[in-house]
């Protein structure tokens, strides 16, 4: 009989997903992983599109902001990754891989992908995954082998494989992500590295023997029930940590985004004293953390307002926060220069004495 954990799981991911189009590109319909990700959900309206970035009655279009939840369950594009880049990066990772999905299922009020795509972002995913693999091995293969530590890693060059989704969200519609921890598994100076806020614990049964790196974002309870919608609960994703170590993941921990508010820091400490009863002495001893401060944008903002108001009571404060032009022409806003610095002091202050055992990799 399946245990309880598995009809969870079946059940989380039903919630977040019920697709019932898939917009296609002809050409993402033909490789091996198109065809099983039209066969996956066979009963879905395929709609054929020419570009999975234009779109029209997904993206740009105002009207969208009243569905954005139900697009996001209900609505699968599959394209073709053309351009094939790894960007050097050297905060979360040393490079960032071709993306083999974008967009997400779940609805974080404070996800900088919808600012890109319009009124909407449901999961893109990418069928040629045969070419960004190979890709990323020859990409690793002319790095040679890392000539000294940096505060990404000590040894191996880290990809990020999930910069514009949710990789362990991306594992419930392909094996993209299988594919590519069995890839690094095999490269001998490199390896992988995601965010996530979705606790899937069929990716404990894959064997990655600690060349993928797992860093599950947290934030204090009255944030999360606020801010990360549809996410797996920050306590559940603290309960994950010793399995996804003891499975021969890397783990490391987000402390992202911090937003701050009254009570704030009352709140992390709370937080970080539930991480600390939580972890054994194996996944303590690995354990590494990003201390990421919340940057807002004027045009999500209005997105927001549109779908989710509550949550722009904390991320929008033009008291506590400085705008600054993005290359896009819009307006980001940060915590004012100043008092930033402060906030990011007393929070590394603080994980310092709650869990000195937790190396701060960086922290702005």
Same mark, same amino acid.
């Given at each position: 009989?399946?245990?309880?954990?598995?009809?969870?799981?079946?059940? &989380? *991911?039903?919630?977040?997903?019920?697709?019932?189009?898939?917009?296609? #590109?002809?050409?993402?319909?033909? =490789?091996?992983?198109?065809? %099983?990700?039209? #066969?996956?959900?066979?009963?879905?309206?395929?709609?054929?599109? &020419?570009?999975? /970035?234009?779109?029209?009655?997904?993206?740009?279009?105002?009207?969208?902001?009243?569905? +954005?939840?139900?697009?996001?369950? #209900?609505?699968?594009?599959?394209?073709?990754?053309?351009?094939?880049?790894?960007?050097?990066?050297?905060?979360?990772?040393?490079?960032?891989? =071709?993306?083999?999905?974008?967009?997400?299922?779940?609805?974080?009020?404070?996800?900088?992908?919808?600012?890109?795509?319009?009124?909407?972002?449901?999961?893109?995913?990418?069928?040629?995954?045969?070419?960004?693999?190979?890709?990323?091995?020859?990409?690793?293969?002319?790095?040679?082998?890392? =000539?000294?530590?940096?505060?990404? /890693?000590? @040894?191996?060059?880290?990809?990020?494989?999930?910069?514009?989704? /949710?990789?362990?969200?991306?594992?419930?519609?392909?094996?993209?992500?299988?594919?590519?921890?069995?890839?690094?598994?095999?490269?001998?100076?490199?390896?992988?590295?995601?965010?996530?806020?979705?606790?899937?614990?069929?990716?404990?049964? +894959?064997?990655?023997?600690?060349?993928?790196?797992?860093?599950?974002?947290?934030?204090?309870?009255?944030?999360?029930?606020?801010?990360?919608?549809?996410?797996?609960?920050?306590? /559940?994703?603290?309960? $994950?940590?010793?399995?996804?170590?003891? $499975?021969?993941? %890397?783990? @490391?921990?987000?402390?992202?985004?911090?937003?701050?508010?009254?009570? +704030?820091? %009352?709140?992390?400490?709370?937080?970080?004293?539930?991480?600390?009863?939580?972890?054994?002495?194996? $996944?303590?001893?690995?354990?590494?953390?990003?201390?990421?401060?919340?940057? @807002?944008?004027?045009?999500? !903002?209005?997105?927001?307002?549109?779908?989710?108001?509550?949550? %722009? #009571?904390?991320?929008?404060?033009?008291?506590?926060?400085?705008?600054?032009?993005?290359?896009? *022409?819009? +307006?980001?806003?940060?915590?004012?220069?100043? !008092?930033?610095?402060?906030?990011?002091? $007393?929070?590394?202050?603080?994980?310092?004495?709650?869990? =000195?055992?937790?190396?701060?990799?960086?922290?702005?």
């Amino acid at each position: 009989m399946p245990s309880s954990s598995c009809y969870t799981q079946v059940n &989380e *991911g039903r919630r977040l997903l019920d697709i019932r189009r898939i917009y296609v #590109e002809p050409a993402a319909a033909e =490789p091996p992983r198109g065809k %099983e990700i039209l #066969e996956r959900f066979p009963e879905a309206e395929r709609i054929e599109i &020419e570009a999975h /970035d234009h779109i029209p009655e997904l993206y740009g279009d105002e009207a969208n902001v009243a569905r +954005w939840v139900r697009i996001k369950t #209900e609505a699968l594009v599959l394209g073709v990754k053309k351009s094939l880049t790894a960007r050097p990066n050297g905060r979360s990772s040393d490079f960032i891989a =071709p993306s083999t999905a974008n967009g997400c299922a779940m609805a974080c009020a404070y996800c900088y992908v919808p600012r890109r795509k319009g009124y909407s972002n449901p999961i893109t995913v990418f069928a040629n995954i045969d070419k960004i693999m190979g890709y990323l091995g020859r990409h690793a293969g002319r790095q040679g082998v890392k =000539p000294e530590p940096n505060q990404v /890693d000590p @040894h191996a060059w880290v990809y990020d494989i999930g910069e514009n989704s /949710d990789c362990s969200v991306d594992a419930t519609v392909s094996d993209n992500v299988r594919d590519l921890v069995d890839l690094f598994r095999d490269l001998p100076n490199a390896k992988a590295s995601f965010a996530t806020k979705y606790v899937n614990r069929d990716l404990l049964d +894959w064997d990655p023997q600690g060349r993928t790196r797992v860093r599950f974002s947290l934030m204090p309870a009255a944030d999360a029930k606020l801010l990360d919608i549809r996410t797996t609960p920050v306590a /559940d994703r603290i309960a $994950a940590i010793d399995d996804f170590v003891e $499975a021969g993941y %890397e783990v @490391h921990v987000n402390f992202s985004p911090v937003v701050v508010r009254d009570g +704030w820091l %009352e709140d992390w400490a709370e937080l970080l004293g539930q991480l600390d009863d939580a972890l054994s002495p194996a $996944a303590r001893a690995q354990l590494a953390a990003e201390v990421i401060f919340l940057t @807002h944008n004027d045009r999500l !903002h209005e997105v927001n307002l549109g779908w989710h108001p509550k949550a %722009e #009571e904390v991320l929008w404060r033009p008291d506590l926060q400085q705008p600054k032009r993005s290359q896009t *022409g819009g +307006w980001n806003v940060r915590y004012k220069t100043g !008092h930033k610095g402060r906030y990011v002091t $007393a929070l590394t202050d603080l994980v310092a004495g709650k869990i =000195p055992y937790c190396r701060v990799r960086y922290a702005f």
